[in-house]
């Protein structure tokens, strides 16, 4: 849901960070009013929530973070662009057909899958009633057979269920006292512990991170690689070129990944129409095998030890997202 760099009409940073460059702390920190006409308006214990529509797209905000974009012609266009290697799963596991996500937002990556995979079963968990309501009433969301929405914790619901899945997708921002970051709780190594049981054999995480492999909260994200590194044999990055985020996708395939593989195996199910969302293989060439150059100085997250706000620099409230 939340990514960094968005839509903003003009922006107050709270604190100057050494060594950023002023561009990026106008872009990063936290908007003090947005662009366009705001539709609805509420707060839930999670989150200020605000709809916005402006030239034709609607974004969904929480607490001046844009958490979801949406086309008001077509809900499957106008996504973050973050939310497009949420598709790269596929190529490590070509039979998917049960999906877990933990965070809805605005609906993108449900619109998505339902749209290019119509015969996959996908099965979101949100926190916030309130999110899910504006997702119905605001962002076209609608359960059916193969689309559920369940209102839980996702820690909780794993822990309570004994379903298996051949993917899951993380995308889950709370606000706290220096901004938004990861909940805590979904973050560490007992955690990715859990989701990988709920795993099948050849499953496959993907995560969603507010941050950059060197740079602006890379800390979060070489703490996370590593924490991920603990449960699963193999981890990967996607950094977003259009945004401050980077998706990390975890296999429980031991075998290792190479750009050249990935390359094949993205031809071949585009090519087989297998694939049909624009830019999959584009997107691929942003896949990287080697660690950050921070992760072995970044700390392994545990249930007793995850300084989650910390690591994300605590530079305030960055709109998280910039759609093309």
């Not at 903003?8 to 947005?34: D, E, K, V």
């Not at 449900?110 to 899910?132: K, L, M, N, W």
Request: contains cysteine; aromatic residues 10%; neutral net charge.
């Amino acid at each position: 849901m939340t990514a960094a760099l968005s839509r903003i009409c003009s922006l107050t940073p709270r604190s100057l960070a050494a060594g950023l460059r002023i561009s990026l702390l106008i872009a990063a920190f936290t908007a003090s009013s947005t662009c366009g006409a705001l539709i609805y308006e509420t707060t839930s214990p999670y989150h200020h929530i605000r709809v916005v529509d402006d030239h034709g797209i609607r974004t969904l905000y929480f607490d001046n973070a844009a958490e979801s974009s949406m086309s008001l012609s077509n809900n499957a266009g106008g996504h973050f662009e973050y939310t497009e290697y949420f598709h790269m799963p596929w190529l490590w596991n070509t039979q998917i057909c049960e999906v877990l996500m933990i965070g809805l937002g605005g609906g993108s990556t449900q619109h998505a899958f339902e749209h290019y995979y119509p015969d996959v079963s996908f099965r979101t968990i949100e926190i916030d009633p309130a999110v899910a309501r504006v997702a119905r009433d605001y962002f076209t969301v609608r359960e059916s057979d193969k689309q559920k929405v369940e209102i839980s914790d996702g820690r909780v619901f794993l822990r309570r269920s004994r379903a298996k899945y051949d993917l899951i997708i993380l995308d889950a921002y709370l606000s706290g006292r220096y901004g938004s970051s990861i909940p805590q709780h979904l973050a560490t190594k007992e955690f990715f512990e859990l989701a990988r049981d709920h795993l099948t054999a050849n499953g496959v995480l993907v995560y969603n991170v507010a941050g950059t492999v060197s740079g602006w909260q890379s800390d979060i994200v070489g703490a996370m690689y590593r924490t991920l590194g603990v449960g699963f044999p193999q981890v990967y990055l996607f950094p977003v070129t259009t945004s401050m985020n980077v998706v990390l996708l975890a296999t429980c395939s031991p075998v290792r990944a190479n750009l050249d593989g990935v390359r094949w195996r993205a031809a071949q199910m585009t090519q087989a129409r297998r694939i049909t969302i624009p830019g999959f293989r584009q997107r691929v060439e942003a896949f990287r095998s080697a660690a950050p150059a921070n992760a072995s100085r970044c700390p392994i997250l545990t249930d007793d030890f995850a300084p989650v706000e910390g690591l994300s620099g605590g530079y305030g409230n960055p709109d998280r997202t910039r759609s093309p």
